[in-house]
């Protein structure tokens, strides 16, 4: 009886009571999924920025050919006068390309690229205004 | 005699209880222990997943950088091209590979056209069989 006596006079365990380690592992898996989760948005996001840039870049690209095809008609046409030329065309619906050609008789290739540059296109601003009261 | 019986019988719940601790302390780890390996396969497959699609994001990048390059330096050459079709291997890193074993992609340059020519860039993933980028440029010759 002595003995029995002694063992249930064990001291309790410190910090380790039932539930515990419920609550720890409550912890880490909330901990887990944030993470998981986080990384997996972020890294959408960055797909989706990456893919936005590639698109852009093939955009720009095409309308760089539509420019030169452009440029080709103002070559073969037989009315155009010498001096500046400006053609434009859009790349998406924010920027366009400007290209400005020099034709004259002195530049030996009979024409000559002076600037080619994405600009972005002006912002429409609605005036909307407010509704005044005229009388009746 | 009637007071030791009494004792034996204090001493029968005290560890009647005790075992009904234990159980519930068993339950409750084998309970955390389960969630634990289930929450673990799944974050380990939202791990990976975002593990995929970054490399693939990298890749893109990297081909968009590529190709912009050398649409730049085709631009800027004013004479016409003698060659039609190119293809360039280059390994994980995008560095030029040496050989056609140790490649991870491919890079085809095509081009075709007379007076307007016309390249076309296509880069291929050779070990998913996958295209990983293409564009166009046209130039006046």
């Given at each position: 009886m002595n003995a029995i006596q002694q063992e249930d006079k064990r001291p309790p365990m410190i910090g380790m009571q039932?539930?515990?380690?419920?609550?720890v592992v409550v912890f880490i898996v909330l901990?887990?999924?944030i993470m998981g989760v986080l990384s997996l948005s972020q890294v959408l996001k960055d797909r989706d920025y990456s893919l936005q840039v590639a698109d852009e870049n093939r955009a720009y690209y095409?309308?760089?050919?539509?420019?030169?095809?452009?440029?080709?008609?103002?070559?073969?046409?037989e009315s155009r006068a010498d001096g500046s030329l400006v053609l434009e065309e859009d790349i998406n619906e924010e920027l366009y390309l400007r290209m400005e050609v020099e034709f004259g008789d002195e530049i030996s290739l009979g024409y000559e690229i002076t600037s080619c540059r994405q600009i972005p296109k002006p912002k429409e601003t609605k005036s909307d205004p407010l509704p005044v009261w005229k009388g009746q | 005699m009637a007071a030791s019986a009494i004792s034996?019988?204090?001493?029968?719940?005290?560890?009647?209880?005790?075992?009904?601790?234990?159980?519930?302390?068993?339950?409750?780890?084998?309970?955390?222990?389960?969630m634990l390996i289930l929450c673990v396969a799944v974050c380990i497959s939202l791990f990976a997943a975002s593990r995929l699609i970054s490399k693939k994001t990298l890749c893109t990048d990297q081909a968009v950088q590529l190709l912009s390059g050398l649409a730049e330096q085709y631009i800027a050459t004013d004479t016409k091209s003698?060659?039609?079709?190119?293809?360039?291997?280059?390994d994980g890193e995008f560095s030029p590979?040496?050989?056609?074993?140790?490649?991870?992609?491919l890079l085809e340059i095509s081009v075709t056209g007379t007076d307007i020519e016309r390249c076309e860039f296509t880069l291929v993933d050779i070990s998913?069989?996958?295209?990983?980028?293409?564009m166009y440029v046209e130039k006046l010759i």
């Open positions: 039932s539930g515990t380690s419920l609550l901990c887990l999924v095409a309308a760089y050919s539509a420019l030169q095809h452009d440029l080709m008609a103002a070559l073969n046409d | 034996v019988k204090i001493m029968g719940n005290k560890k009647a209880a005790s075992h009904s601790g234990s159980g519930f302390f068993l339950l409750e780890i084998m309970l955390s222990v389960f003698f060659l039609q079709e190119i293809s360039v291997y280059y590979a040496s050989d056609d074993a140790s490649a991870d992609y998913e069989d996958e295209m990983i980028y293409e």
